[in-house]
DNA sequence: CGAGAAATTAACCCGTTGGATAAATACTGT
DNA sequence: ACAGTATTTATCCAACGGGTTAATTTCTCG
């Protein structure tokens, strides 16, 4: 019996409607900054009414935090995977980076979090119980490799893991965060699949030359001068 | 005759007033970034009315690039006093680091600066014809500083001089432009006295162990384990 | 010395924005 | 089926913030 289903007005999602919300939410915080993200269009590209956000999260700030929150869980719960023990030292360091490289290139919203939460020098990460309680053992996994590295006669010192982290990240996340300013700066567009190519394999000749004292075959290859004649200039 | 002499409301003084207002603008954006930023607070930090902002210079967004176009001229200018050229080359690149280092520990507001460029994705550098056209020799002086390293023999490889500075650039740029947020996560002050002059050892160490192939002391010296046992945490 | 220009102040305008209130609608268990 | 609750919509509003208008004061130069 063709019962005339009754079309409805919406549907009840809390979840759904929670996770729409914060993806909107870092979209619009990486895109705009904390001051910059309007609460409106985050209700709108989450599809909801903006009074939703209020109910299902908080204010402003409460949503920013949740969302910086999910990103380092995010980041977290990547690194657990990537288990260093196994592989030989160098091999180790050069996947390190590869990782570092790539999940920055695969979240620059991560990037962008990172550097509005430094803006706010980090007012919103030193209330987090959350953040704080996120123990990794991610520099203890890298002070094992360095150890095992100096030990077996690949690695010439013993570096202090937290610097070499900081270094890597560093090198990683400054090329891409402000890959915009650089570009125009250099004038060239560094976040092409060559650029990017060519930077990964610069930063681990250049870590790896540092740790090993061997220098590998990428570390120079300086492009042909006409390439960059044009514009050059740093930072 | 006591020619009472009238007292003035306020006196003229366009010049030091433009430099009143850019000075102010110039903590004002690096503070808060382009969006967070107030025009009325600009106005009352340099001593104004907000008025005379507009007067002077124009709305929000050109305030914005003069102090961006500002903070860029510096720089090179310091750039320019540098010449590398006249030191053997290992002292080069470690006086280049020095400076480099240096100068974003004196200029945090340079730092801020540029991410918030970067959160607008160059928006207004693109439009500016003040800073493209600031062509500097920059690269080019590093350029010579490897060739000669590479003649004489202290370097092993022809590095690109692009890829180095932005390497050397990333590796200050990222622990202090972060420092807030990885001093909450590593739980511990990046900033005080000791640690800037072990991370610029490191810098420096690293770099030249990579271009040259022999390792300086400093280069590890890893801490006594106790001082950071406590909360370990990237990023 | 006085008129016109330059610099500065004071007051106002109006769209935006974060947030709040109240009403409506969809579910759930009984 | 229905009462009660969870979820969502529809409006509203007061403060804020960038920008403008108009009047006021100081300076300069003939």
């Known amino acids: 019996m063709a019962k005339a289903k009754r079309v409805l007005k919406w549907q009840r999602d ?33 599809g909801a009414n903006k009074r939703m956000l209020y109910y299902h999260v908080g204010n402003k700030e409460d949503l920013y935090l949740e969302v910086l929150e999910g990103a380092y ?17 160098p ?35 030193k209330r987090s119980t959350k953040v704080k309680s996120m123990h990794s053992p991610f520099v203890e996994m890298i002070r094992t490799v ?16 937290v610097q070499l982290y900081i270094s890597i990240a560093g090198l990683c996340f400054f090329y891409l965060s ?4 650089l570009s125009v700066i250099f004038g ?3 976040l092409k699949k060559e650029a990017r190519d060519e930077r990964l394999a610069h930063m ?4 790896l030359a540092a740790l ?11 492009k042909p001068a006409g390439l960059r004649a044009a514009a050059i200039q740093p930072v």
Chains 1, 2 share one sequence.
């Open 73 to 89: 869980e995010q980041i977290r719960a990547e690194e657990r995977t990537l288990d260093l023990e196994h592989l030989d030292p």
């Open 204 to 207: 681990v000749a250049l870590v």
């Open 146 to 161: 360095v150890n095992r590295g100096v030990e077996s006669g690949d690695f010439r010192v013993a570096v202090d893991p």
């Open 188 to 190: 060239r567009d560094l």
């Open 91 to 125: 091999k180790a360091i050069e996947r390190l980076i590869d990782f570092t490289w790539n999940y920055f290139i695969r979240n620059p919203e991560f990037l962008a979090l990172l550097n509005t939460e430094n803006l706010a020098k980090a007012r919103h990460l």
């Open 14 to 46: 809390p979840e759904g409607m929670r996770i729409r919300i914060l993806e909107a939410a870092k979209q619009e915080f990486s895109a705009h900054g904390l001051a910059g993200a309007r609460v409106d269009r985050i209700a709108a590209n989450a």
């Open 212 to 222: 090993t004292g061997k220098s590998t075959a990428d570390f120079g290859k300086p």
């Open 178 to 181: 402000n890959s915009a300013t």
